[in-house]
């Protein structure tokens, strides 16, 4: 058996008879033909060869191996209610929710949307307050504000520690007379019956309609007809040599505007401080300079002989007189809070032949 296994044996076994690992000894067999400077082979080159091969071998067995393929399948959807205590919904954003997945938790809060107040509520009028600043704060009508509190004529006529009437709704709130119905209230105030009838603080019902004299009704969504306020201005003939106006006006008084234009007050307030010169708007003449009783106060009107007229209310003073010609930006008087007024302000209306006119429309 050894001498079957000698160098001569070896090297006459054909490479058919060697098989697979012919070439592997061949191999050994050249690094173990080298010879190091003493003669003999070095075992520390030997051994990294062998290392070598050996890893070379390992890498190439190890990549023909196959390792094991798992699948997880997913769990089937049970459309059946579970038997645990879980009471956390099946359904998060639109999707089914898996069996062991996280659901957001519910957050114990409820927004609570705004609602429409009910109540009459009661604004006692303090130092600076405006019909419209007042109304713009409880999100109602000037108007309604208004002819709720009997101002139609007068929509300077505050006071301090007044107090005021607010609506909940955009209407008017009525006081019932001798005849009136729910349909002749309507009527009267272009509003619906059934408008009427359904407002919670009437108290009324379909079955329900009568009306005692002297109750107040809210009707939502009605409406008064204007009334215009009547001064008394001077009407004879222009004086000799007066000026005329050009149309184009200038502003009368420095200042803020704490009130504009509106179906009710047909003027704008130029929020200002007492002393402060008011001009003249255009050329014209003076028809009417003193103290007025519904409300102005010291006030004076121009006619600019084109068809305008303006007027200046709530003057502190006032220096000049029925009958003077003026020209556009001569100071004719002061800002002042006197009439019907809760602080220093120019109350200014431009008027075309008697008509009311937006002021913004022609000041420059």
Do not use: C
């Not at 956390?88 to 997945?101: H, L, T, Y």
């Not at 509190?149 to 520690?161: C, F, I, W």
């Not at 005329?244 to 006006?249: I, N």
């Amino acid at each position: 058996m050894r001498d079957d296994l000698s160098d001569q044996g070896l090297a006459a076994i054909t490479a058919e008879e060697w098989g697979p690992g012919y070439r592997f000894w061949h191999s050994i067999q050249a690094l173990l033909a080298q010879r190091g400077p003493d003669g003999t082979t070095s075992l520390v080159r030997v051994a990294s060869h062998l290392i070598i091969l050996t890893i070379a071998v390992a890498v190439l067995l190890f990549s023909r191996l196959q390792l094991p393929h798992w699948e997880i399948a997913e769990a089937p959807f049970d459309s059946a209610p579970a038997q645990d205590t879980d009471t956390r919904p099946p359904v998060v954003n639109g999707d089914a929710a898996q069996i062991g997945s996280f659901v957001r938790a519910a957050v114990p809060f409820t927004i609570i949307p705004d609602r429409p107040r009910v109540e009459i509520l009661v604004h006692t009028v303090e130092a600076g307050d405006t019909l419209s600043g007042i109304a713009e704060k409880y999100n109602i009508n000037v108007e309604t504000l208004m002819w709720a509190n009997g101002l139609e004529q007068n929509p300077d006529l505050l006071r301090l520690g007044q107090e005021l009437i607010v609506l909940p709704v955009n209407g008017v709130y009525h006081t019932v007379e001798s005849g009136d119905t729910v349909e002749s209230v309507a009527k009267k105030y272009r509003a619906k019956p059934e408008d009427i009838i359904g407002f919670p603080l009437n108290n009324l019902s379909a079955k329900n309609r009568n009306l005692t004299v002297g109750q107040k009704i809210v009707v939502p969504g009605g409406s008064k007809p204007y009334i215009a306020r009547q001064v008394q201005i001077y009407t004879g003939a222009a004086p000799q040599g007066a000026s005329r106006g050009s149309g184009r006006m200038i502003w009368p008084a420095a200042g803020s505007i704490t009130q504009g234009y509106f179906w009710y007050h047909r003027a704008i307030d130029i929020g200002s401080y007492i002393g402060n010169p008011v001009r003249a708007a255009d050329s014209g003449y003076v028809v009417a300079a003193g103290w007025n009783d519904v409300g102005y106060g010291n006030y004076i009107v121009l006619d600019h002989g084109n068809g305008f007229q303006t007027l200046y209310a709530h003057l502190n003073r006032y220096f000049v007189n029925a009958g003077d010609s003026v020209g556009q930006g001569t100071v004719i008087g002061h800002v002042g809070s006197t009439g019907r007024s809760t602080g220093p302000h120019l109350h200014f209306e431009v008027r075309l032949w008697g008509v009311p006119q937006n002021p913004f429309d022609y000041l420059r």
